[in-house]
């Protein structure tokens, strides 16, 4: 066994998190989506084929081309910036000032370690001052910045990152519990635990409102 070999089974399942932003290479996306899907298929193909599968099977052809797609179209398409939600807002005139939640956000994302699914729920709040915004632009904020390799830890700040820079506000609140199936379906093959990760910035950083906050989602 190699020592960088021996370095990643040291590492295993810890949560390494380098930076706040998603690892990209500069020239992440001088090459199309077509093409993308094209070579994620061969090289499917190639992992298939050294797992023993016979691709022949009728069951099995067409697989490399549906994961291919399912990645460059569906699960990882967040890494594109392109796909990132336009947030539009809203002149506050019912004067609201309180605080807003969306809760239970369904949360689909995927471990960068093991590329295993992270399933969980997002909460969001944030406390209106001139301007809302609409409440599905903060699920499919969520979805964008789920839609890549993650750690739940940078997750949840992205989140929160992308919605003080639309609200021009700090007043912002972004709770995440999940699990992670490289946890529970691999490895110490714990099905009972969870994640909890939590960002808070402005007015949620008082303890009366973070308190607030975690009561409402109760």
Request: hydrophobic share 35%; aromatic share 8%; glycine share 4%.
């Amino acid at each position: 066994m190699s020592v960088q070999t021996e370095t990643y089974d040291l590492i295993g399942d810890d949560h390494l998190s380098t930076s706040s932003e998603t690892p990209l290479r500069k020239d992440a996306f001088d090459i199309n989506d077509d093409l993308k899907i094209t070579l994620i298929q061969e090289h499917f193909k190639e992992i298939m084929h050294i797992l023993g599968l016979d691709l022949n099977d009728d069951s099995l052809k067409g697989t490399p081309y549906r994961v291919a797609k399912m990645y460059v179209k569906e699960i990882f398409s967040g890494l594109n910036p392109e796909n990132k939600p336009e947030v539009a807002l809203f002149e506050n005139k019912y004067d609201y000032r309180e605080m807003l939640i969306e809760k239970d956000i369904t949360l689909y994302s995927y471990c960068e370690h093991h590329f295993v699914p992270i399933v969980g729920k997002a909460h969001v709040a944030y406390i209106a001052n001139g301007t809302v915004i609409g409440l599905s632009k903060i699920n499919r904020l969520v979805q964008y910045y789920s839609k890549r390799p993650q750690v739940q830890e940078r997750l949840t700040n992205q989140i929160a990152e992308a919605l003080k820079e639309a609200l021009g506000s700090e007043d912002v609140a972004v709770l995440i519990e999940a699990e992670h199936l490289c946890v529970s379906s691999r490895g110490i093959k714990d099905t009972n635990s969870r994640t909890i990760t939590a960002s808070y910035s402005g007015k949620f950083k008082e303890e009366k409102t973070k308190t607030e906050f975690i009561a409402l989602l109760k």
